[in-house]
């Protein structure tokens, strides 16, 4: 009989699951439906290993398809790149979503709380709300507050996703609060935080920033949310020398072992079907540095993408160093220039545009220190932010760019209806995304095939769902064209 992906059990998860970070996560847990003997922090690495499996692996790469950031080459990311996908092609997301990364951060949670390792219980939260938070983003309603209690049921209701967002909230509060009461450097951790319990409550502040404006989207941006956002991302990752960037490390580079899962995918796993031939952000990126004087985003472009091919696959270190996509790159979580932009929109909305100048200047200062681009300031009576509308589409330009390639990408888009434009001459014919098939973008993930046909309480859906919006983005934004 076939059991819900959600709940399904499996042995030595971490064995089967992760390709590219065994290295991280051997050992880590055994069946985590019966007594486990792992301790509290080599659960938690086994935790991160397959959150960054869930972040840095497919769902980062359709997120990048879709965002048009890259390309699909040959087989089925050919396919996918032209929104041909099923419900098949996301059992492996879900699996490692609610088994390898939920399940096992409840494990951690109860065994730290039992041992009094309250950090590390409340840097497990906080990845539990990062993790969940992007869960819902993806696929809208999904089950949470039945999630991970076999014990209780194995066919967990769907809660709605506003529902979802509000309960990622209380686990991000609690999070942060364990780790602002208990303090001491956490006992385990293999991101670029290194057990540093202030960067992980900046990191579960800007990713209350993160879901409190995706799910603004819903309610037409309320003073109330927005200032949330801003509130929330200025106790976040903000420094704009990248001193606080959330990051996966991938330090020895090992296929098979801690290598980063882009490279490893291009270069090992499945060479080809992943390109950069026709992509957006670059262009977009060569022209904003050529019609605007105070712009120029060449270290970006360099970082990304090959020079030698003329931008059209990505850098794997062959075109210019420090490279996104080498053996040992860190992936990103969370970014500083992420949380600058919040903040920046969010004043934006609310028609403060001193204020958003001066964090959308601060992402580009980031920009310049971390990819070294040669970016200026803006000042107020610059055309590209003396308005609201121009202001917006500025901050929404930079975020674009600024978010690949995260699973983030993908979320961004959606929420802006994805209105990212440019000229190619000052005061010409902006060039703007457009769906590479059809008239619509693709508005979320498919259910797995295994949960619709073993969970009842799965939503049913069609081919025609992809385009159909999740909750949050299922109303009109006034400040959006129609």
């Known amino acids: ?26 050992g880590y847990s055994n069946n985590p439906y019966g007594a486990t003997s792992s301790d509290a922090p080599s659960l938690f690495k086994g935790s991160e290993g397959a959150f960054d499996e869930f972040m840095e692996g497919f769902p980062s790469q359709i997120s990048s398809l879709w965002g048009q950031a890259v390309t699909g ?36 949670e109860n065994q730290a709380k039992a041992g009094g390792q309250y950090n590390l219980e409340g840097a497990a939260l906080v990845l539990e709300g990062l993790q969940m938070g992007t869960v819902t983003a993806l696929w809208g309603s999904v089950p949470y507050s039945q999630a991970a209690e076999p014990s209780v049921t194995t066919t967990p209701k769907f809660d709605p996703q506003l529902q979802v967002y509000s309960e990622v909230q209380t686990t991000l509060d609690s999070g942060i609060a364990l780790l602002t009461k208990y303090s001491a450097t956490l006992p385990a951790d293999i991101f670029s935080s290194q057990g540093n319990a202030s960067e992980w409550i900046a990191a579960g502040y800007t990713a209350k920033a993160r879901y409190e404006m995706q799910a603004a989207r819903h309610d037409g941006y309320t003073a109330t949310e927005l200032n949330n956002v801003i509130n929330w991302a200025k106790q976040g990752v903000i420094a704009t020398d990248g001193s606080q960037d959330f990051m996966f490390m991938h330090s020895g580079g090992v296929y098979n072992g801690d290598m980063n899962l882009w490279y490893s995918f291009a270069n090992y796993d499945r060479p080809g079907y992943v390109g950069a031939a026709g992509n957006f952000p670059a262009p977009m990126a060569l022209a904003l540095s050529s019609t605007d004087s105070l ?32 053996g040992t790159s860190q992936f990103p979580i969370i970014r500083a220039s992420e949380g600058n932009l919040l903040i920046a929109e969010a004043y934006a909305r609310l028609n403060d545009l001193p204020d958003a100048l001066t964090y959308l200047n601060n992402a580009r200062e980031y920009d310049d220190n971390v990819y070294g681009d040669k970016s200026k300031p803006y000042s107020i009576t610059d055309p590209q932010v003396k ?4 202001m917006l589409q500025t901050i929404f330009n930079a975020e674009y760019l600024n978010l690949f390639p995260e699973v983030e990408l993908f979320n961004f888009l959606r929420r802006v209806d994805y209105d990212v434009k440019y000229d190619t001459s000052s005061g010409g014919t902006p060039v703007a995304l457009t769906p590479t098939n059809g008239s619509q973008f693709p508005q979320r993930l498919f259910y797995p095939t295994n949960e619709l046909t073993a969970n009842p309480n799965t939503p049913n859906q069609g081919a025609s769902d992809l385009y159909k919006p999740t909750t949050v983005n299922s109303v009109a934004d006034p400040m959006l064209p129609k």
């Open 387 to 390: 308005t609201q509308s121009a």
């Open 295 to 326: 712009t120029n985003d060449s270290g970006w472009v360099n970082f990304y993408y090959d020079s030698t091919t003329g931008y059209s696959d990505l850098n794997y270190g062959t075109s210019y160093t420090p490279a996104a996509f080498t």
């Open 1 to 26: 009989m076939k059991k819900s992906l959600t709940y399904v059990a499996i042995l030595a998860f971490f064995g089967v699951a992760i390709v590219g970070c065994t290295a991280f996560t051997k």
């Open 73 to 108: 080459a040959s087989s089925q990311f050919r396919g996918y790149y032209v929104y041909q996908t099923s419900a098949q092609d996301y059992s492996n997301d879900w699996l490692t979503a609610y088994t390898n990364v939920l399940y096992n951060l409840r494990l951690t």
